[in-house]
């Protein structure tokens, strides 16, 4: 660990203490141990879930609490770790480590670049820890070293906030700017894969990176949490592949597609809702596969804006949620006034609806939960209907 090592020792030893009643203890120590202590205890819990091999790695040293509620869950890592081909790779924005970690589980060389030494002190620790002998750490800014540092494979992360912790959107204030170095990148190596904010516009950002080749979203619990957009040395007239993953409590989800198929596709639409109604997973709706979809899994969709799809035969492996049609409601003031009486608590989905799930839940008085499923939506001939369901 980057501390000496009484220090490092009574981390170890409190681990499982609770933080609270360790803080009471804070004046019997002459130097920061208990408060240190209660940092890595509170950057553990963080991760208990998220990444269960380091939470059971007790000699790993967490540099913030910050850089756990940042990092890649295990799920992701190891989904991105199958990524990168080649015997080397460059993550340039190594940050607490987890995908250079995951990486060099696949690859036979793996650099890790981060500007903050830290971070970089505890990385090789940590990596020393779960045995990750096949990686370099470097102290360097990713700008810096992108000329220097050679792989087939480059990654990159870049910070999505400001050094004031703002928020941003654009790819061009992402840091480091990708904009800037990829030529160089793809220059020396075989591919680039850069990680994108999950709430980027797809087809905004294919347009400033004409290079890529593969664009995989990622979801977690039908939560869309990753877009990774993959760069090759190929003409950019390319075939764009998109793969979409949701990756639910037990099973995977997976559905891929080459971007121009989405665009010639032709579904059926109907305005006849069937036995069985279909939800897309996020990865899906995010990756904007609304009529393909239809058309792979034999599906209609109910309105070319909708994005719910029915059928009156069970399609079992559709991406995404699956639910038995009990009931179809004509959508009216009226109805909105009574329906609570006979539908008391429901979960609420609106799709191609002029209200939103708070004004339909303020105005029908339904609370939130219980078993039934409430979809507001607008029919192919223009119909708002709500459709009662069951999973």
């Given amino acids: 660990m980057p501390l000496n090592p009484n220090i490092s020792r009574f981390i170890r030893e409190h681990l499982d203490d609770n933080p609270d009643q360790l803080l009471w203890k804070k004046n019997d120590y002459p130097d920061n141990r208990v408060v240190i202590a209660v940092e890595q205890i509170q950057a553990r819990e963080n991760i208990k879930d998220k990444l269960p091999s380091w939470y059971a790695c007790r000699d790993i040293f967490y540099p913030s609490k910050l850089s756990t509620e940042q990092c890649s869950s295990e799920t992701t890592a190891l989904y991105k770790s199958r990524l990168a081909t080649g015997d080397s790779l460059c993550d340039l924005t190594g940050g607490l480590g987890v995908d250079t970690y995951f990486f060099s589980r696949q690859v036979g060389k793996v650099t ?3 500007r903050d030494e830290l971070y970089c002190e505890s990385a090789r620790s940590n990596f020393r820890a779960l045995g990750a002998t096949n990686i370099e750490v470097v102290h360097a800014d990713a700008t810096t070293v992108a000329n220097n540092v050679f792989a087939d494979t480059y990654y990159i992360d870049p910070a999505r906030r400001t050094t004031d912790n703002k928020r941003v959107f654009a790819l061009t204030d992402y840091a480091p700017n990708v904009l800037e170095i990829k030529e160089t990148l793809l220059r020396q190596g075989q591919r680039l894969i850069i990680k994108i904010s999950p709430m980027a516009d797809l087809s905004a950002v294919l347009q400033l990176l004409p290079e890529t080749t593969d664009v995989h979203v990622i979801s977690v619990r039908n939560e869309c949490k990753e ?5 090759g040395k190929t003409p950019a007239n390319q075939t764009v592949n998109i793969h979409t993953v949701n990756f639910a409590t037990d ?10 198929e989405e665009k010639d596709a032709q579904p059926h639409y109907t305005s006849h809702v069937g036995t069985y109604l279909y939800e897309p997973n996020s990865s899906i709706l995010k990756s904007g596969a609304f009529k393909l979809v239809a058309a792979r899994y034999g599906v209609e969709k109910l309105h070319p804006h909708s994005h719910l799809y029915t059928s009156d035969h069970l399609v ?11 009931e179809i409601l004509d959508f009216s003031s009226k109805l909105l006034k009574q329906i609570s009486h006979t539908i008391p608590k429901a979960n609420i989905t609106t799709r191609n609806f002029k209200l939103s799930v708070n004004e339909l839940r303020s105005r029908s008085k339904i609370k939130d939960g219980g078993t039934v499923y409430l979809f507001a939506t607008t029919l192919n001939d223009g119909r708002a209907v709500l459709v009662r369901a069951e999973k």
Avoid: A, I
Avoid at 251 to 260: K, N, V
């Fill in 251 to 260: 099973s995977e989800q997976r559905f891929s597609f080459p971007l121009e």
């Fill in 316 to 326: 079992e492996d559709f991406p995404g949620r699956s639910f038995h049609v009990k």
């Fill in 227 to 231: 877009l990774l957009f993959v760069l």
């Fill in 112 to 114: 890790y670049v981060e």
